[in-house]
């Protein structure tokens, strides 16, 4: 079976631009959760979905937004980009909340 | 307030040296406890967890951690490690009901053949 896929792997934008993650979850599996990983650091939590419902925010600013589509897929949209949103994205699914959390080789992103 | 402590940034060891690596928590309640472990540029992959039972737990590769809540810890271990362990290692919980890992700082890991 396939783990989790996310889309793009790296990508590049300069500030005051808008970037869309995109993840896959492992089939069947019905939670998808985002974090980002700065430099050095441990993953920081910002979103988890549950059946197409937000149930859970990180301390992130509005510029952060997420969904998930009806077939448990997810984007994480990012708005106003700072040279700080400069991190690795990481996206984790699980097939409910409580559950096991598997992630994705996740989305580098680089903002200059 | 609800967090993850690995006390080692760095830990070096020889090819065939035993491993363990630290890991406390402060949390009100039995966490789930979780180590992850991720290579360079690559996400993160699941090395073993505790839910609870057993306090001793064995994982992929070779790794077993032992839950201790007496000292809120969830210490890594490994009796040999190879040159393909190194890497960084975080330590996670779930707080806020399971809707959310909680990540340690991570242990760098390197292996000296």
């Known amino acids: 079976d396939a783990g989790v896929t996310q889309s793009p792997t790296h990508l590049i934008k300069t500030r005051g631009q808008h970037v869309t993650l995109r993840c896959s979850p492992i089939?069947?599996?019905?939670?998808v959760s985002w974090y980002q990983q700065v430099l050095g650091q441990g993953p920081q939590f910002i979103f988890q979905?549950?059946?197409?419902?937000?149930?859970g925010r990180g301390n992130f600013p509005d510029r952060f937004s997420a969904r998930q589509f009806p077939n448990y897929s997810s984007e994480l949209n990012v708005n106003a980009l700072l040279l700080g949103d400069s991190a690795l994205y990481l996206c984790?699914?699980?097939?409910?909340?409580?559950?096991?959390?598997?992630f994705g080789p996740g989305t580098r992103l680089l903002v200059l | 307030a609800q967090s993850v402590t690995q006390p080692d940034i760095h830990i070096t060891v020889s090819e065939g040296a035993s491993l363990e690596l630290r890991c406390n928590y402060s949390?009100?309640?039995?966490?789930?406890l979780f180590w992850y472990v991720q290579s360079p540029g690559q996400g993160l992959q699941l090395l073993l967890k505790?839910?609870?039972?057993?306090?001793l737990v064995q994982g992929i590769k070779g790794f077993e951690a032992e839950f201790k809540r007496s000292q809120s810890s969830f210490n890594l271990r490994k009796p040999s490690v190879h040159w393909s362990d190194a890497a960084e290692y975080f330590c996670?919980?779930?707080?806020?009901?399971?809707?959310?890992?909680?990540f340690g700082t991570g242990t760098q890991l390197k292996v000296e053949l």
């Open positions: 949390y009100g309640a039995t966490p789930y």
């Open positions: 996670a919980f779930f707080t806020g009901g399971g809707n959310k890992l909680t």
């Open positions: 089939s069947g599996h019905k939670s």
């Open positions: 505790y839910f609870s039972g057993d306090t």
């Open positions: 984790a699914s699980s097939l409910a909340l409580g559950e096991t959390q598997y």
């Open positions: 979905y549950y059946e197409k419902e937000e149930r």
